[in-house]
């Protein structure tokens, strides 16, 4: 019981895959996503730093590291299921938010259940850490789904979660992270040559043509 109990779950978090039930040609724990994020958190953090923007890198670090720290409860459901209706993400995060709370007060020895309360909060919210978290979490989703596009994997699911991580990133366009992002390293992501090269970089050029960005990729090297 106690600690020891929270310490054992973390176990856990590398036992749960990311995207469960369909074909993939690298898994990825929830544990390594969670790494990724706050690795990618912490550079998009530093462009927004350099460019004047304070960060509290406290809150930060926080929030990208226990982002998904629920899902220990609930495991993993795929973007576009949980994106599907607004009203079941609701709930799911209804019973996530439950879960979690339970847990930290039958686990979480009482003298630090205020700050274990916060630090498993959503961290998605409209604080510039906030922020930072929602792009970087879509942007290791972005490579994650590249990752088998790249690789062949046959799943239009992937396609599917590209589309809809590049989507949310650009919901963040005045971010002067999320700037760099689109300037800086989607060009490089969609670079080279790989399957179903031509196709990424179409969706990606409408994609940022519906948000009023204009972009023009390499298209297979074409132009």
């Not at 600690?3 to 590398?14: A, G, P, R, V």
């Not at 929602?134 to 790249?150: H, M, P, T």
Request: aromatic share 10%; glycine share 4%; proline share 3%.
């Amino acid at each position: 019981m106690g600690i020891h109990e929270y310490f054992k779950s973390l176990s856990d978090l590398e036992k749960i895959n990311r995207c469960p039930g369909k074909f993939k040609y690298e898994e990825h724990s929830v544990a390594e996503h969670s790494f990724k994020v706050t690795k990618i958190a912490q550079f998009l953090g530093t462009v927004e730093e350099y460019h004047g923007h304070e960060v509290n890198w406290k809150s930060l670090y926080e929030k990208a590291l226990n982002h998904d720290y629920s899902e220990i409860f609930i495991g993993d459901i795929k973007t576009p299921v949980k994106y599907a209706d607004p009203d079941l993400r609701e709930r799911l995060a209804h019973v996530e938010e439950s879960m979690t709370r339970h847990f930290i007060e039958q686990e979480i020895p009482k003298a630090f259940q205020a700050v274990y309360h916060d630090r498993l909060k959503e961290g998605k919210d409209e604080t510039l850490e906030g922020r930072i978290l929602s792009v970087a979490d879509k942007i290791d989703l972005l490579y994650e789904s590249f990752g088998e596009i790249q690789k062949g994997n046959p799943e239009q699911l992937f396609t599917e979660i590209y589309q809809e991580s590049l989507d949310t990133i650009l919901k963040f366009k005045e971010m002067t992270s999320v700037q760099y992002f689109l300037s800086e390293i989607l060009p490089d992501l969609l670079s080279g040559e790989f399957t179903n090269q031509m196709q990424l970089e179409r969706i990606s050029e409408q994609i940022l043509k519906n948000h009023d960005i204009e972009q023009t990729f390499a298209l297979g090297n074409e132009i």
